[in-house]
């Protein structure tokens, strides 16, 4: 697709829209329970410290151009940028946050890529069913153990491979509200 074209293509509300370097255009249904479920993780993830490595949405590379733009990614406090990119051997954990449109990408495909490149910890977030799934344990085929927390219950602590612990607020997390009638 052409720069021009792109400029000229009407894209359909609620998405958001990602030009990759390789030329995909990759388009994600956008809600506001998804945008309300990333702030919320990147204010927990303020206590990591200001300047933390913490990214949202930003393209980290990976072998055989699987490249990925987590909802939110916390990378090791001495990563640097090789290029314009982050490598996923900087990651120390990523989270995902579950849209109508991507539980199955969310919860099989992504938990067999990150684990499959060692990610150390991979947290799906998601809104609809009001629980989290912590994965550790990276594995050739996704990860060995996952635990599941209900929202609601409290604080999520997760130790990450630096010796600093990202504490999730399970109280805070955004829930879908209830759809009522069109204006």
């Known amino acids: 697709m052409s720069?021009?074209?792109?400029?000229?293509?009407?894209?359909p509300k609620g998405y958001t829209v990602l030009f990759g370097a390789d030329g995909k255009v990759i388009m994600t249904p956008q809600s506001e329970e998804h945008s309300s479920t990333i702030r919320s993780m990147q204010i927990d993830s303020l206590a990591l410290g200001r300047h933390a490595k913490?990214?949202?949405?930003?393209?980290?590379?990976f072998p055989a151009d699987e490249n990925s733009a987590p909802d939110l990614a916390i990378l090791r406090e001495d990563?640097?940028?090789?290029?314009k990119r982050y490598s996923f051997?900087?990651?120390l954990l990523i989270s995902e946050v579950v849209s109508a449109s991507s539980a199955r990408k969310d919860y099989d495909d992504c938990t067999a890529k990150y684990g499959r490149y060692g990610i150390p910890i991979y947290l799906i977030v998601d809104p609809y069913?009001?629980?989290?799934?912590?994965h550790t344990?990276?594995?050739a085929n996704g990860y060995s153990t996952a635990l599941k927390r209900a929202y609601g219950t409290g604080k999520?602590?997760?130790?990450?491979?630096?010796g600093r612990t990202f504490t999730l607020d399970l109280d805070e997390l955004p829930r879908p509200e209830p759809e009522t009638g069109a204006h």
């Open 3 to 11: 720069v021009d074209s792109i400029m000229h293509t009407e894209f």
């Open 54 to 61: 913490v990214t949202s949405d930003v393209y980290i590379d």
């Open 79 to 83: 990563a640097r940028k090789e290029g």
């Open 89 to 91: 051997e900087d990651i």
């Open 129 to 134: 069913a009001g629980e989290v799934v912590l």
């Open 137 to 139: 344990q990276p594995t």
């Open 156 to 162: 999520l602590p997760v130790p990450l491979a630096d």
